[in-house]
């Protein structure tokens, strides 16, 4: 079974940086495919960036340019940096793993961001 643990959220300004992390266990992380959503209040949850299977990375219109999602192979871990924060960015982000052999999803529990302005 796959576990993703979020952390790095928290409360800054508008403009200012935060970065995500994301830790896995169970499997082996370099074969998931891993990508960040958010799900603001009484919103659907949105895609904000991914890894595709070529291993390039796709981002949201609203979040390109900002934010930058990266992995450590070695530390199994995925980051979301996020830059230039907007209150708009304010919502729960989660991680997702997905493995293309077995089609499963992994959801971590989520992380917290609040943009004031």
């Known amino acids: 079974q796959v576990q993703l643990v979020e952390s790095g959220g928290g409360l800054v300004h508008a403009g200012e940086s935060l970065r995500l992390s994301c830790a896995f266990s169970g499997f082996t992380f370099s074969s998931y495919v891993m990508s960040w959503y958010r799900q603001a209040p009484g919103k659907e949850r949105e895609l904000v960036a991914a890894?595709?299977?070529?291993?390039?990375?796709n981002y949201a219109d609203s979040v390109k340019d900002r934010f930058t999602i990266t992995r450590d192979n070695a530390k199994n871990t995925v980051y979301l940096q996020m830059n230039s924060l907007r209150p708009e960015d304010t919502a729960v982000y989660y991680c997702?793993?997905?493995?293309?052999?077995?089609?499963?999803?992994?959801w971590g529990q989520g992380t917290q961001v609040t943009v004031s302005s």
């Open positions: 890894f595709t299977l070529s291993g390039s990375a």
């Open positions: 997702k793993a997905f493995g293309p052999v077995s089609r499963r999803t992994f």
